[in-house]
């Protein structure tokens, strides 16, 4: 009995396109918008929380990391800091995450501005896996929101800046 030599190439064939097939509906690349005239944010990561004990930890730790703001904005000279600071818990698969934030800056400039100026003074043990604050549009704190994974905003940042 003969078999089509087409058949033989069929399992192979197949597995390719899976494969790409997979590869493409899972890899989201994210553009992110370099857009310097929006209302810009600086983020900070902290600590990552991997279960329900540690969300006391992960309350005290935002506290003490607003009053360690609130105190190197004095020491800088940001003592009339009109900024609003807030922080939040990304749910994630591995645990959550909280993030603070300090909104409305004007442009890009002044956000990073600012967030050189405190990364200088923020102790290294607050920082979750990205280990520097960072700034951020709007548009783009939004497209991380949804997708709720601020790393690749993060490694766009620091290749581009």
């Given at each position: 009995?003969?078999?089509?030599?087409?058949?033989?190439?069929?399992?192979?064939?197949?597995?390719?396109?899976?494969?790409?097939?997979?590869?493409?509906?899972?890899?989201?690349?994210?553009?992110?918008?370099?857009?310097?005239?929006?209302?810009?944010?600086?983020?900070?990561?902290?600590?990552?929380?991997?279960?329900?004990?540690?969300?006391?930890?992960?309350?005290?730790?935002?506290?003490?990391?607003?009053?360690?703001?609130?105190?190197?904005?004095?020491?800088?000279?940001?003592?009339?800091?009109?900024?609003?600071?807030?922080?939040?818990?990304?749910?994630?698969?591995?645990?959550?995450?909280?993030?603070?934030?300090?909104?409305?800056?004007?442009?890009?400039?002044?956000?990073?501005?600012?967030?050189?100026a405190i990364d200088k003074e923020l102790?290294?043990?607050?920082?979750?896996?990205?280990?520097?604050?960072?700034?951020?549009?709007?548009?783009?704190?939004?497209?991380?929101?949804?997708?709720?994974?601020?790393?690749?905003?993060?490694?766009?940042?620091?290749?581009?800046?």
């Amino acid at each position: 009995m003969k078999t089509n030599p087409t058949l033989h190439y069929f399992p192979l064939t197949l597995s390719i396109f899976l494969t790409i097939s997979y590869n493409q509906g899972t890899s989201q690349t994210t553009q992110y918008d370099p857009d310097n005239d929006e209302t810009y944010f600086v983020m900070i990561q902290l600590k990552q929380q991997k279960n329900k004990d540690d969300s006391i930890s992960s309350s005290n730790q935002v506290r003490d990391v607003f009053k360690h703001i609130k105190s190197i904005n004095s020491k800088l000279g940001y003592t009339d800091f009109a900024k609003k600071t807030s922080s939040f818990k990304l749910e994630q698969s591995q645990g959550s995450t909280s993030y603070m934030v300090i909104r409305n800056f004007d442009d890009f400039r002044s956000a990073e501005v600012y967030t050189q100026a405190i990364d200088k003074e923020l102790p290294d043990d607050i920082f979750g896996e990205i280990g520097d604050p960072f700034p951020i549009s709007l548009r783009n704190y939004e497209s991380c929101i949804a997708e709720k994974d601020f790393n690749p905003y993060y490694k766009y940042y620091f290749t581009n800046h």
